[in-house]
C-alpha cells in the first residue's frame, strides 16, 4: 500500500491514459467527453507537479501558505496527503459530473475551477516566483486551457444555467477544495510517517 501511496503521481499518467482510451473509443455527449479530457489533464498535471520534474510542494508552501521553510519535513504534506487532496478532489470535482450529468452546477464548477488552474498557473505562481516556469504550468497552459476554451466558447450553453448554478458551482468547489486540502484530516496525513516527499518531487527545480 505504501509503494502505491508513494508513487501516486506516476500513477496517474497510467489512470490518464485509460481515461484518454474511454473518451476515444467510448461514444458519449460531448460534455461527457470533455470532463473525461479534464480529467486526463488533472491526472498529467499531478504527474508534472508531484512527479516530473516535481516542485509544487514548495511552491505550495512558499506563495499559497506564505512559509519560507525549506525542510519538507515541516511542512505536514506528504505523498499521502497530496494522493487524499487531489485524488479527492479529482473524485469530486471533475469524475462525479459525469455519472450526475442531469446535476448543472456540477459540470459548471469543473470547467470553472478548471479555469481557475489556469490562472494561476500562468498569472500567480510566475508573478509570486519571479520565474517562467513552475510546476504545472505546462499542462495548465497547453490542454488544460484547450479545454476551458471548447467548453466555454463551444460545447457551453448559457441557457441552460440559471444564476444559482454558477453560486453552486463556486460554493461546491470552495468547499471541496477545503476538505481536501484544509481540512484537519489533510493535515493529519500529512503527519503520517513513511510517506516522504522526494527531493524530486518537493523542490523539483526550484531546489537551491
Known sequence: ????????????????????????????????????????????????????????????????????????????????????????????????????????????????????????????FPIRLQTLYNAGLVTSLGAGAIACCYFFGGVFDGSMFVWYDWVLAVVWFAAVFILSFRSKLYWNLGKKPGYPLSEQSAFGPFKK
Do not use: Q
Not at 505504501?2 to 508513487?7: A, P, R, S, T, Y
Not at 498535471?45 to 506563495?63: A, D, L, N, T
Not at 471533475?94 to 488552474?117: D, H, K, N, S
Open 1 to 124: 500500500m505504501k509503494k502505491i501511496v508513494n508513487n501516486w503521481a506516476n500513477i496517474s499518467v497510467f489512470l490518464a491514459g485509460a481515461v484518454a482510451l474511454v473518451a476515444i473509443l467510448v461514444p458519449m455527449a460531448d460534455v461527457t467527453r470533455l470532463l473525461l479530457a479534464a480529467n486526463m489533464v488533472l491526472l498529467l498535471h499531478f504527474f508534472e507537479e508531484f512527479g516530473w520534474p516535481g516542485g509544487f510542494p514548495y511552491m505550495g508552501m512558499k506563495v499559497l501558505m506564505g512559509s519560507n521553510e525549506m525542510d519538507p519535513s515541516k511542512w505536514n504534506v506528504n505523498n499521502l496527503s497530496s494522493m487524499y487532496g487531489n485524488w479527492g478532489f479529482l473524485l469530486l470535482v471533475y469524475v462525479l459530473p459525469i455519472f450526475l450529468p442531469g446535476v448543472r452546477f456540477l459540470t459548471l464548477a469543473a470547467f470553472m475551477f478548471l479555469f481557475a488552474e489556469v490562472l494561476m498557473h500562468c498569472v500567480l
